[in-house]
């Protein structure tokens, strides 16, 4: 389903995405790295990956458009069986489409682009506008990048096999940026294969579409076209816990949010605090339970929250003491 139209329907709509400066920054760098049929971006992976080929000159360039993501990935297909088997030349790939599954559901994804070897290798070429400045970059913005292409990587490989005989896809990336404070751009090779390798365990332990399915109730449908109250208590059908690192990953984490508010849920306040309360599933129990009011004295959690509140107590006493009686 289309998490972001199913959240605008919910009245809580999603704010994922770049800026349009950062946007329009991004599409310029990559617009000069792809410039004269992509001879610098060519240049670049020759320089970092390949040494021993042939310097790249007249690469191929294959039109990639077809018709809906279906097509478009048939067509990026079509086009690495072709340069594979035309050895001995340089292609560049923009923008291909692949496909990955994902529990049981085609994902679509769109590198940047893909670069078949003289060999007859694969290599994803990622594009980022943050900048490596004296030959580094950001090691979060690296390794977020990297493990983006660890995908691409994954998405390939399924490609690759598909073939006869398979070609290999290699498991270093060129990652490019700007060098510097300029807008020249600069590469690193990076090696993905740890980030492979957890992607595509994580990819495999993932629930199948069809057993989270066949738990929902029979009728159930998540369509943004349905009215207001019966969207809501479609999606209220589907446990969630909500925590603040769903902001960075859910289209629907505002309006997880909003719900784990209203019903007083700790698990807003952040896992590791959920953790450290034990039974205590709401804010309501905690107070209750530091107020002496409700809970175990025996549990390590409420004792804690008993001798906190006593100390509090006690701070705010000396302060008021301190000021004449007035607490400020």
């Known amino acids: 389903m289309d998490k972001g139209s199913l959240a605008s329907a919910l009245g809580s709509p999603s704010v994922f995405g770049q800026s349009q400066f950062a946007l329009t920054r991004g599409n310029a760098f990559e617009a000069r790295v792809k410039a004269d049929g992509g001879a610098e971006l060519l240049r670049l992976v020759h320089e970092r990956l390949d040494r021993g080929a042939e310097p790249p000159a007249g690469a191929q360039v294959p039109d990639l458009s077809a018709t809906g993501p279906e097509g478009r990935t048939a067509r990026t297909s079509l086009a690495l069986r072709e340069a594979t088997r035309a050895s001995g030349t340089w292609t560049l790939l923009d923008h291909p489409m692949l496909a990955l599954d994902v529990a049981g559901s085609p994902a679509f994804l769109e590198p940047d682009a893909v670069v078949v070897h003289p060999d007859g290798t694969w290599t994803v070429v990622e594009i980022k506008s943050f900048p490596m400045l004296d030959g580094s970059a950001d ?38 940026c700007p060098k510097d404070f300029s807008n020249l751009p600069t590469a690193s090779a990076v090696d993905v294969r740890k980030q492979r390798a957890v992607t595509g365990r994580q990819l495999a332990r993932l629930t199948r579409i069809e057993e989270i399915a066949e738990a929902l109730p029979e009728g159930v449908c998540f369509s943004p076209a349905l009215p207001a109250d019966e969207l809501t208590a479609a999606v209220e059908v589907v446990p969630a816990t909500y925590a603040p690192e769903c ?12 719900r784990s508010r209203e019903t007083g849920a700790v698990t807003s306040l952040g896992r590791p605090v959920r953790a450290e309360l034990g039974g205590l599933s709401t804010v309501d129990d905690v107070l209750a339970a530091a107020r002496g009011e409700a809970g175990d004295p025996d549990d390590p959690a409420v004792a804690a929250l008993r001798r906190a509140a006593r100390l509090r107590a006690e701070a705010l006493a000396t302060a008021g003491a301190g000021t004449g009686g007035v607490t400020v």
Do not use: I, N, T, W
Not at 248 to 255: G, K, P, R, V
């Open 139 to 176: 090691p979060a913005k690296v390794g977020a990048a990297a493990r983006q292409a660890a995908v691409y990587v994954l998405a390939l490989e399924e490609v690759a096999a598909r073939l006869d005989p398979a070609p290999r896809v290699r498991h270093r990336v060129l990652l490019v």
């Open 247 to 258: 902001l960075s990953a859910c289209e629907l984490a505002f309006h997880c949010r909003a």
